[in-house]
């Protein structure tokens, strides 16, 4: 399933599909501005914020993206983050997850890439996790806000959660070792 | 939010930097997969930014911390979890957001709920998540993240 998917994403014309997706969402970016003109200026400047945000980290993401991939060997990323990996490899997920990386959308290539790498599903749905809600700046922000307590309580729940998620989906979707794309 | 960039920014270029000393060659293999993977995922990423920005302009967080905040009991940390997987909301946001909620009347297993929805489900986020993992995995994931932001909203609260 892996693999058609990496072939398909390749295919020239899919990437032209997904060009004119963006081109039907201007579209609609364009009609609902114009419909609500009331809204206008939030909309254009909540998007033009997230726009700059995404320019700010996209070179830096597709860049690490390239260096993984050319600079890390399966053979490596399969030793620490493979099925063998056990919880050290869980481990090792949750701290590249924490580190700061920007938003959970620009997650999904990197996590792509690793399991590309022969990283288990178990580590990608923990490392995705840890994106998400484990980041290391956010907690600073989190134990002003909401203090040391709540902030333990959460992390500990949190990291239990994410590995259980993992068990699970790796259970339910089972990417044989054959069936691995090659780099 | 500037912390995150610039710490982002600062290690890939060291690390560009080093594979550029060690090897010219991998290097621009390197830049060559990035630029591919950046066509590759470019459409989506606008696609997910124009979502957001239509959703923050009819749905401001001033508006949430209202509605949530005279919620209560399993039904508010239901609905918070489900309002949490629709919006997007930077993390950096929702702990002052959060904590704005919780002063207004809302309990901290709704703030907990809110918290963990709003960052592990990516409603804005699915074309992107879609194409990288196809659909059983992206349903799979987000659906369990509800179940988890439910379960840590409800083991806090019942700590706390």
Do not use: H
Request: aromatic share 10%; net charge positive.
């Amino acid at each position: 399933m892996k693999e058609n998917k990496i072939i398909k994403g390749n295919n020239k014309s899919k990437i032209m599909k997904s060009y004119a997706g963006v081109l039907l969402f201007i579209t609609l970016f364009i009609g609902v501005v114009t419909l609500f003109p009331e809204r206008k200026e939030i909309i254009v400047n909540e998007s033009v914020k997230y726009f700059i945000e995404m320019l700010l980290i996209i070179p830096a993401v597709m860049l690490s993206i390239g260096l993984f991939s050319v600079w890390v060997s399966k053979e490596q990323t399969s030793k620490y983050l493979g099925k063998e990996s056990g919880l050290k490899g869980a481990a090792i997920s949750i701290i590249i997850g924490s580190l700061p990386t920007g938003p959970l959308y620009m997650a999904f290539p990197i996590a792509s890439s690793l399991l590309k790498k022969g990283a288990s599903m178990l580590n990608i749905v923990v490392f995705l996790g840890a994106c998400a809600c484990l980041k290391i700046p956010q907690g600073i922000v989190e134990l002003k806000f909401m203090g040391l307590e709540f902030m333990i309580l959460r992390w500990s729940f949190s990291i239990i959660l994410i590995i259980l998620m993992g068990y699970i989906i790796e259970r339910v979707i089972d990417v044989k070792k054959e069936t691995l794309p090659q780099i | 939010m500037a912390i995150d960039f610039l710490v982002l920014n600062v290690l890939v270029l060291l690390a560009l930097a080093i594979s550029f000393f060690k090897s010219r060659e991998k290097t621009s293999k390197v830049i060559k997969i990035a630029f591919k993977s950046l066509i590759n995922t470019a459409p989506y990423i606008i696609i997910t930014i124009i979502i957001i920005g239509i959703m923050q302009g009819f749905i401001p967080n001033r508006l949430i911390a209202e509605y949530l905040g005279e919620k209560s009991g399993i039904s508010g940390v239901l609905l918070a979890s489900l309002i949490g997987a629709i919006l997007y909301i930077p993390a950096f946001v929702s702990f002052p957001l959060v904590a704005s909620l919780i002063e207004k009347g809302a309990s901290v297993m709704i703030g907990a709920a809110f918290i963990t929805s709003l960052t592990m489900i990516g409603f804005t986020s699915l074309p992107l998540e879609i194409k990288e993992f196809g659909i059983k995995f992206t349903v799979l994931r987000n659906i369990s993240s509800f179940a988890a932001a439910i379960l840590i909203a409800v083991a806090i609260g019942v700590l706390l």
